[in-house]
């Protein structure tokens, strides 16, 4: 069990994918993604491995839950600055974690 206080340790954003691209140089089927998380933290990057259930014209303009407040992680030549959320089917493909009405982009999950 952890606490809430533990729970807040985890800054969850909403952000709306900007740009998404073929990532070619991931040892596994990726994306690269930027994401637009508001004013205060910008358009950031990401590498999601959605390509079972995703295109890349089918992820632009998609609102998405955001890990914002892990270290960025380097992938092949790209560096991750967040961790796009997302569930596995019973098929183990990621199923994003998505928002089903519009927020603010940058909007905190509490």
Known sequence: ????EDFNKIDL????????????EAKK???QLWVDLGPELGVRKSS????????????????VVCVVNFPPRQIANFISEVLVTGFPDDR????????????????RLF
């Open 48 to 63: 999601a491995q959605l390509t079972d259930l995703y295109t890349p014209a089918t992820l632009v303009g998609r609102q």
């Open 29 to 31: 089927p990726a994306f």
């Open 92 to 107: 183990k493909r990621v199923v994003l974690c998505s928002i089903d009405k519009t927020v603010p982009n940058g909007a």
């Open 1 to 4: 069990m952890i606490t809430l």
């Open 13 to 24: 954003r909403a952000g709306t994918i900007l740009r998404a691209e073929l990532f070619p």
